[in-house]
């Protein structure tokens, strides 16, 4: 089994911390010493445009620090979003509070030991080797812009760990979709989606299961993922599927910036 599941919880926040980073890669990557300054021009999504710090002890000339990563955000364009994960630290925690920053979204991360035993119900499901067919489906199933396509398409394109691109078309109709990086002895779940018209018939569970079967098959031992705190539809499957909270963290954001 993973040396993940026998690691202090800091350790685990680590571990998946460094995996969503190469799982989901930012174009433009900064740092100020333990904190990582994401930034990603061709993508909105918050966790591929703002700073990760990655040390609880990391405390020093703070505003000074979040000067600098103000600039780095206003020659991109962007707003100041930090990403505050347990590793964040108390002392940043603080200082944020003290500046009348605002909390929003909310996220958990959940993990799950990967056996042959949860995947006993899961359908063998080859993955898609064209990106741009891939990006098509997922455009269909949330119905997204043409823009945010290009972005997802960057993304996928300049993921390092094994990629498998994950959709149910029965018909040729894109119903659900799924990306699982398989990293080392990890599988982690990005983009998992099910289209309104089709939710409550088990689709999301059936791709889900196919996605963690492959990466079973090629070495992980552990499933991991990120949701919404308040999803609770989602959050609901992923239970039933075995998943538990692992961490959470949320972002913040100056007061006075929209």
Request: aromatic share 8%; hydrophobic share 40%; charged share 25%.
């Amino acid at each position: 089994m993973s040396d993940i599941l026998n690691t202090s919880p800091l350790g685990v926040v680590r571990r998946f911390e460094a995996a969503g980073f190469r799982a989901w890669p930012a174009t433009s990557v900064h740092y100020d010493g333990t904190w990582v300054i994401r930034i990603t021009e061709g993508h909105s999504a918050k966790r591929l445009n703002s700073v990760n710090p990655l040390d609880p002890g990391d405390s020093r000339d703070l505003s000074e620090r979040i000067a600098r990563a103000d600039a780095h955000f206003a020659q991109s364009g962007r707003q100041l979003v930090f990403r505050m994960s347990p590793l964040a630290g108390q002392a940043l925690a603080s200082h944020l509070d003290h500046g009348g920053w605002d909390s929003y979204s909310e996220s958990l991360v959940m993990m799950m030991p990967l056996t042959d035993a949860v995947l006993t119900d899961a359908i063998d499901h080859i993955p898609l080797k064209d990106v741009g067919r891939f990006v098509k489906s997922v455009a269909q199933v949330h119905d997204v812009s043409n823009g945010r396509r290009d972005g997802l398409a960057g993304i996928i394109a300049a993921i390092r760990p094994e990629a498998g691109l994950f959709a149910l078309e029965p018909e040729d109709v894109p119903v659900a979709t799924c990306i699982c990086v398989h990293d080392g002895d990890l599988a982690g779940l990005f983009e998992v989606a099910t289209s309104p018209l089709a939710r409550g018939k088990g689709n999301g569970r059936r791709i889900v299961l196919s996605a963690l079967k492959w990466a079973r098959m090629r070495g992980a031992k552990v499933a991991w993922l990120q949701v919404e705190a308040d999803n609770e539809v989602a959050i609901k499957l992923y239970a039933s599927l075995g998943f538990t909270e692992a961490y959470r963290y949320h972002y913040r954001k100056p007061a006075d910036r929209p």
